[in-house]
């Protein structure tokens, strides 16, 4: 047990090391964005290839993660053309600035929409300077009723 324990406390130490290392990349971000169409009758095609073009993101903050931790804190829909220092590795863009333990929530609908807001809208990685498109993908919301 006590094993254990030392062994978790290790691996959280070691992964934590890539947002607290000093940045080694410069990373030139561009966020943009895509939807799914999220409506009850079936749409025009124009509809759909609009929803899919990708278009400069407007919505609220995002946060980069590494390892599960934060490493970029708060960008802002102004900040579409982001620059910032990054370690080389696996990056994801959230929505949350805070990720819950999804076993510790009451309720299946409570657990669901916690799982929803927390989700990844865009995935990138690092391997040194680099400019990268980061398209966030907005699907339908599976906690809610499809509308009719």
């Given amino acids: 047990m006590r094993n254990t324990v030392i062994a978790i406390l290790l691996f959280f130490g070691l992964s934590a090391e ?13 966020l943009t964005q895509t939807e799914a169409y999220c409506g009850g009758a079936m749409p025009p095609p124009e509809l759909i ?17 590494g390892d599960g931790l934060i490493c ?11 620059e910032n220092r990054l370690n080389t590795g696996h990056y994801t863009i959230r929505l949350v600035s805070k990720l819950e333990d999804l076993e510790t929530i009451q309720g299946e609908e409570q657990r669901c929409l916690t799982a929803f807001n927390q ?3 865009s995935m990138f990685d690092v391997l040194g300077d680099t400019t990268l498109i980061a398209n966030l993908y907005f699907g339908c919301n599976p906690c809610l009723p499809p509308p009719p």
């Fill in 18 to 30: 890539k947002c607290n290392q000093p940045p080694q990349h410069l990373v030139a971000l561009t």
């Fill in 49 to 65: 290839k609009d929803l899919a073009t990708p278009k400069p993101y407007t919505g609220a903050k995002v946060y980069v993660y």
């Fill in 72 to 82: 970029l804190d708060s960008i802002s829909a102004t900040d579409t053309n982001y």
């Fill in 119 to 121: 989700r990844i809208l």
